[in-house]
């Protein structure tokens, strides 16, 4: 038999009911407490990728968190600022250590958002972890054209880079407008990487291709790593082609422009993969890289894009490529803002990432089933700059420079 007192009985009630408003003042008290905002990512430091992340992604990374930090710290909506923290890993150009690392962050660093690592297949390698954790986020490293799909499967991820079909879309575009003037033949030679970004790319290219009446003379694919192309461009040589599209990775254009200068290969359009809008495939070809076509582009008559491509020079030491660097901090401006309107709370930041208007270096800024669409498809080296040319209807295009002059002294 369990009996107890009257008087102890109140005595318990009264303690658990100060213990209980205890609790309940302290709790704001804790809240109050936060002294920062944790913010993590993996990206890769070493291997393969280390060149195109650290063009890319990890001095955008950098410039956000200094220009936030120098103002205070991110706004919150009560106009109270809280300065970043930040958690770093090197991914090591692994798919299964940047699964690690972002689980890391996650579930020991606990860190309040996590950055997007660069590449496709990072991307995708992390993006069901992040869901499941309910993490935004920022693919803007990313090309896919399952971007609808997996926007649907992962509701907080974003995808700030368009996909294959927008790319090879476009250049088929430009090379089938330079054909119909005369500038070039209707054949075209073409490989690609064997990885999710190559793949997407040579699949649309195809079709599009083929809508414009190009014959794709050559297709040939390639694995990651290959740094010997002297056979394919030997073959594209021999094609008949006036065209060369390869879909590639850093190493592989930056390989492919000196080996076709090697091989005095001097199709009438030269077009490559990442890495060609790099400030640093400029200075390695000088004016080799005149005329040469890729991914991405910008609008140098557009005033806020200037103003952050000098703030990053000056912050970071670094020139910004002239493609994903842009979404990738337009992406951080973004989340700041959200941040701003809805606070710290993941699923609202989220939210309003997907709905909300932003003014970003772009201008105004709205996702389309959290895809960015309004930006640049096809770029050209033309006097140094790397000019947007597709959409050719959009405000700042450029008009393609063809045939290519033959390679000559740098």
Not at 244 to 256: D, G, M, Q
Request: proline share 5%.
């Amino acid at each position: 038999m369990v009996s107890m007192s009257r008087r102890f009985a109140m005595r318990t009630l009264t303690c658990a009911a100060a213990l209980a408003m205890g609790i309940a003042v302290m709790a704001p008290a804790s809240a109050q407490e936060r002294k920062a905002v944790k913010i993590g990512y993996a990206v890769s430091k070493t291997g393969v990728n280390a060149g195109g992340a650290g063009i890319t992604t990890i001095p955008n990374y950098k410039l956000w968190v200094e220009e936030i930090n120098a103002a205070g710290g991110l706004e919150l909506p009560d106009g109270k600022r809280l300065p970043i923290e930040v958690v770093e890993y090197d991914d090591r150009s692994s798919a299964e250590e940047v699964v690690r690392a972002t689980e890391r962050l996650i579930t020991q660093d606990k860190v309040d958002f996590v950055l997007s690592p660069w590449s496709t297949g990072f991307n995708l390698a992390v993006a069901p972890l992040l869901d499941r954790h309910g993490y935004p986020q920022f693919a803007s490293a990313s090309v896919t054209d399952r971007a609808s799909d997996f926007a649907k499967r992962w509701p907080r991820s974003f995808w700030l880079l368009g996909g294959g079909a927008d790319y090879a879309g476009a250049m088929a575009d430009v090379l089938g407008q330079a054909y119909k003037r005369g500038e070039i033949n209707d054949k075209v030679a073409v490989i690609s990487v064997a990885e999710g970004f190559g793949i997407d790319l040579i699949k649309a290219a195809r079709e599009a291709f083929a809508k414009q009446g190009l014959k794709i003379v050559m297709d040939r694919t390639y694995p990651v790593g290959t740094t010997d192309f002297t056979p394919m461009l030997n073959e594209a040589k021999s094609s008949g082609a006036d065209s060369f599209v390869a879909f590639s990775y850093p190493p592989e254009t930056f390989a492919l422009t000196q080996q076709s200068q090697v091989a005095k290969f001097n199709p009438k359009a030269f077009a490559l993969g990442v890495g060609t809008a790099f400030p640093n495939y400029l200075a390695a070809n000088g004016k080799n890289a005149e005329g040469v076509m890729s991914l991405g582009g910008i609008d140098p008559n557009n005033k806020a894009l200037m103003d952050y491509r000098k703030r990053h020079q000056e912050v970071t030491g670094q020139v910004p490529d002239s493609w994903a660097s842009t979404m990738t901090y337009v992406g951080l401006q973004m989340l700041a803002e959200a941040i701003k309107r809805v606070g710290l709370d993941r699923d609202a930041v989220a939210k309003e990432l997907a709905n909300g208007t932003f003014q970003t270096v772009l201008g105004e800024t709205k996702l389309e089933n959290n895809q960015l669409r309004d930006i640049w498809w096809t770029g050209q080296w033309q006097d140094g700059v790397f000019v947007g040319l597709e959409p050719a209807d959009q405000p700042g295009a450029g008009k393609p420079r063809l045939p290519k002059q033959p390679w000559g002294e740098k």
